[in-house]
């Protein structure tokens, strides 16, 4: 603002403050016709020349509760959780605060502590949106196609409550970058459909004999109960005869989704994106010594989600309107889903505990994000493109 636009405002002020309405009207004729201001901007400078100094230091509004401290205490949280939103990870702080305490590598103050573990669900749903990154990776490419065969495997669509226990979803995870071309390495992902417990493999390609080994090493390592049933997509490295004659001779039952509906496997697909994807994203891997390291980082993984990482289920469903209002059960982990289980045996269950007393989040979050970039530098060495 000018030197002219700035000075009928100063002569007029300590007239303006005690003039009557009308006085006030005919003070802001002249400074409008002097300034070529709006009127209303002109009632509002005088208004802040007003208050200038006044309120300095009046700090005015709701004090703020969570304070920088606060909000680094849940970042904290936040990240050993694996970057959990809040439904999943507010019931669940005082775990992962205990987690942290246990390996001295808590550092908050005992008040920002205690904000921490009052804090709402819709605070905490406000903060975690601003520690997310704000960057967008593209889609990955599809290899599921459709097979001659299918008709081999009869096709199911639930309920699934009606299952074993054992009985997973099935899918492969392509790790192309931003091509499909030449040979590169696939993720199996099964999860069991009824506490969301999930096993991984890498693979190098998705080829027959492959895919049943890696499913085999599945059912034999990284399941506490026993494999009963398998459910994937239509896709040829399930819906073939290889994959029907080994579910047959390990007695599991083997049955198919609906070709083009990928709801049918709402579970698995699911966690292709927010265990998968989240682990080791949309880049290339074609070395085989990187398969190698990936499969050891997916031991790892398997143990973080299976025992410290909650996950929700969906219990109601209400179509309102044109959209559908879903409610939630508590977050809680495949682990804990399990203990409470009338329909878990009392084995499995000592089984469980016996392996989590031996487990610290910390020290396999630390051993993961070192096996990540050990499988991004064995990439780079073989020479082939990250992306």
């Not at 990936?294 to 398997?302: D, G, K, T």
Request: hydrophobic share 35%.
């Amino acid at each position: 603002m000018t030197k002219q636009e700035i000075n009928p405002f100063k002569k007029y002020f300590k007239k303006y403050l005690k003039a009557s309405k009308k006085e006030k009207g005919e003070i802001l004729n002249i400074v409008t016709e002097l300034t070529d201001m709006n009127r209303k901007s002109a009632i509002r400078k005088f208004r802040r020349m007003q208050l200038k100094g006044k309120y300095i230091d009046d700090h005015r509004g709701r004090p703020c509760i969570y304070t920088p401290d606060a909000i680094a205490a849940l970042k904290d949280v936040w990240d050993l959780s694996g970057e959990l939103c809040a439904e999943r990870l507010h019931p669940n702080v005082d775990i992962y605060i205990e987690e942290l305490k246990e390996k001295n590598e808590w550092n908050n103050s005992l008040t920002a502590t205690d904000k921490l573990l009052k804090m709402s669900l819709g605070t905490m749903k406000n903060k975690i949106n601003n520690f997310v990154a704000e960057y967008k990776k593209g889609k990955g490419k599809s290899t599921t196609k459709p097979t001659h065969i299918k008709f081999v495997v009869k096709v199911f669509t639930g309920p699934w409550d009606n299952t074993l226990i054992g009985y997973g979803q099935l899918d492969t995870v392509v790790h192309s970058g931003s091509s499909l071309s030449g040979n590169m390495a696939y993720t199996l992902n099964f999860t069991e459909v009824h506490f969301l417990w999930i096993g991984l493999r890498a693979q190098m390609n998705k080829g027959e004999s492959v895919t049943c080994k890696s499913l085999n090493h599945v059912k034999d390592n990284q399941l506490p109960f026993p494999m009963t049933g398998i459910h994937p997509d239509t896709g040829s490295e399930f819906i073939n005869w290889y994959l029907k004659k080994w579910t047959d001779s390990v007695n599991v039952d083997f049955t198919r989704s609906r070709a083009g509906k990928k709801n049918d496997n709402m579970l698995v697909e699911e966690r292709n994106g927010h265990v998968v994807r989240k682990i080791i994203g949309y880049m290339r891997i074609s070395c085989p010594e990187a398969v190698k390291v990936l499969n050891e980082l997916y031991e790892v993984e398997c143990l973080i989600h299976n025992y410290f990482t909650p996950v929700r289920r969906t219990i109601k469903k209400v179509k309102v309107g044109s959209r559908y209002v879903r409610t939630f059960d508590e977050a809680r982990s495949p682990y804990l889903r399990m203990l409470a289980s009338d329909r878990v045996s009392d084995d499995i269950k000592e089984k469980l505990k016996s392996v989590y007393e031996t487990l610290s989040l910390v020290d396999l979050r630390k051993k993961s994000a070192r096996l990540k970039k050990e499988v991004v530098e064995k990439q780079k060495l073989y020479g082939d493109r990250l992306w």
